[in-house]
């Protein structure tokens, strides 16, 4: 069953600790995105991959990092120098970058 | 800078209604425009995509249409149902091939 997985669907963290979001698909597509979602707010690229071993900042980078060693795997990692890290969190792929994106169930995480 | 615009109040729609849906952009010159479907607490789902070149997509009772002269979208189901009730996001790609979405609007569909 092909298709594109987060976890956890929830998530709790202090404040000052990193915290690594999974997102995998099977899909064989080559570009991964990772967005921020806040209520009442559109999606916010954080970074995009569209291609192994190479990712591109979007408009919200500041206090994330990413990864991209394998086409099924695009790790985000929050870290503690971002400012307001509580948000609900959506990881997509598409086979190319222009094309329709295919959404995982989204992380929300809750930073206290 | 670039801006897209989507109604940010619910549009309320009696069942059977046609749900008009507007996505408005400035400071943009998009190769690409598509809508999304968004349920609470979930992921976006794809619905449509249209091109700068088109002026009009259909799938089922879904329609949308691009006026890159108005700079406009406009997103209609016909004979609308409750189970259309959802957050519908637009989205646009420019030469970059990177998208920006709007903040959606909320469709409800009264029985």
């Known amino acids: 069953d092909g298709g594109i997985t987060q976890s956890p669907k929830y998530l709790f963290r202090k404040e000052g600790q990193n915290v690594t979001l999974s997102c995998e698909q099977n899909l064989n597509h080559d570009a991964m995105y990772w967005y921020r979602q806040d209520p009442g707010q559109g999606l916010r690229l954080i970074y995009y991959?569209?291609?192994?071993?190479?990712?591109q900042k979007g408009d919200i980078a500041e206090g994330y990092s990413v990864s991209r060693e394998k086409k099924e795997s695009f790790p985000l990692t929050v870290t503690s120098a971002q400012k307001n890290p509580t948000a609900f969190y959506l990881c997509a792929s598409s086979i190319a970058p222009s094309d329709e994106q295919y959404f995982g169930p989204g992380t929300r995480l809750t930073v206290t | 800078s670039q801006k897209i615009e989507q109604n940010s109040e619910a549009l309320n729609i009696q069942e059977g209604k046609t749900a008009t849906l507007t996505c408005n952009y400035t400071n943009y010159s998009p190769a690409y425009l598509q809508w999304y479907r968004q349920d609470p607490g979930r992921g976006p789902v794809f619905l449509l995509l249209i091109r700068e070149n088109e002026k009009e997509k259909r799938k089922e009772r879904l329609k949308v249409t691009f006026d890159t002269t108005l700079k406009q979208s406009l997103f209609h189901i016909t004979a609308s149902q409750p189970a259309d009730s959802a957050t519908y996001l637009c989205?646009?790609?420019?030469?970059?091939?990177?998208?920006?979405f709007g903040r959606g609007t909320s469709l409800i569909v009264h029985p």
């Open positions: 989205a646009l790609w420019g030469g970059s091939y990177i998208p920006t």
């Open positions: 991959s569209q291609i192994v071993n190479d990712f």
